[in-house]
């Protein structure tokens, strides 16, 4: 009986118990929008092809942490999208700019309960056609407490589409 007493101890002790450590804040994952991770623009009244691409970008990543928030009554989420953009032949700068946004939905209905959009400017160097990079850091507060969960919540980054953006990635699908 003892031993077992010496060995509650013990694991409670590795657990951080009365040492004032915190145990991880769960984080909800998010996730990439599919038909909103492509955004290729051609330039205005020009051809659809090669000649006529202005940009061709990707969100190739989301990377972000946790934290507990104020009185532990929600979640203080911190991210980042990454993106990979190459400028086409019809390029007439060396920036581009690149809406989207970050959604956040209740798992259950889907239904969406809040949306902030943003955009990010890249700028190439002297002949450079590609570059990879993050966006500036995203803040997001997401209640918690007896009734809502991170596991509630539902997460997705998408660049902002038109009409247009949207119809030629259902027509060439996922790449």
Avoid: H
């Amino acid at each position: 009986m003892r031993w077992r007493v010496v060995l509650l101890a013990l694991l409670l002790a590795g657990c951080g118990a009365g040492t004032g450590t915190q145990l991880p804040i769960a984080c909800p994952s998010p996730g990439l929008l599919g038909e909103g991770a492509d955004l290729t623009r051609y330039r205005p009244g020009g051809a659809q092809d090669l000649t006529g691409l202005d940009f061709d970008a990707k969100l190739v990543s989301i990377n972000g942490s946790c934290k507990a928030g104020r009185g532990e009554r929600s979640i203080q989420m911190q991210m980042t999208a990454g993106f990979s953009v190459e400028r086409g032949p019809a390029s007439e700068g060396r920036s581009v700019d690149l809406p989207w946004f970050v959604a956040v939905l209740d798992r259950q209905t889907e239904t969406i309960l809040s949306r902030q959009n943003f955009t990010d400017r890249v700028v190439f160097g002297r002949n450079e056609t590609r570059s990879t990079v993050d966006s500036a850091p995203v803040s997001i507060s997401l209640p918690v407490g007896a009734n809502r969960q991170a596991g509630d919540y539902r997460i997705l980054v998408s660049f902002q589409l038109t009409e247009q953006d949207l119809a030629l990635n259902r027509r060439r699908g996922p790449r």
